[in-house]
């Protein structure tokens, strides 16, 4: 069964009222699929499996489902999100033990912690705005 990718907009939409966010990049996010060990010989190259992406979304979406009040999740890309420094404090409390607990790897380097503004699929947003990055606005007018 093929899980569908979320609706970018509806992330975004979904982030327009936060103020304070946090991001985090998973690092090498098929590499995370656990695999059964009697199938493991048909992934030679787990990134060109027919369904990874999808089933990497679905499991990131399980894990992150009883939370999504304040995280989006888009592939190796999570946010969270919150209206307030508290809020997001506890918040960060609750991802740690997440990735803790799901053994799940970050790219520490790319954490981005307590951030008025975000840049996420191609859009920055920020106080109740999104704006298409200007590098993505580039690629399209000049294609």
């Known amino acids: 069964i093929k899980y569908l990718l979320p609706n970018k907009q509806d992330l975004i939409n979904r982030l327009y009222q936060a103020r304070i966010f946090s991001k985090f990049d ?20 787990p990134i060109s499996l027919k369904n990874a992406s ?6 990131i ?20 999100f919150s209206t307030s420094i508290e809020k997001h404090i506890k918040q960060l409390t609750t991802i740690k033990n997440l990735i803790k607990q799901n053994k799940i790897v970050i790219f520490v ?15 920055e ?7 298409i990055l200007n590098k993505v606005l580039n690629l399209l007018t000049n294609f």
Do not use: W
């Open 109 to 123: 380097h790319k954490i981005k912690l307590v951030q008025t503004k975000i840049c996420f699929l191609g859009h």
């Open 54 to 59: 999808s089933e990497f979304q679905n499991i």
């Open 61 to 80: 979406n399980n894990t992150l489902n009883p939370y999504s009040e304040f995280f989006v999740a888009y592939l190796d890309g999570v946010i969270n």
């Open 125 to 131: 947003i920020f106080k109740e705005k999104s704006h």
């Open 26 to 45: 998973m690092k090498s996010r098929y590499y995370q699929i656990k695999v059964k060990e009697e199938d493991k010989y048909k992934t030679i190259m």
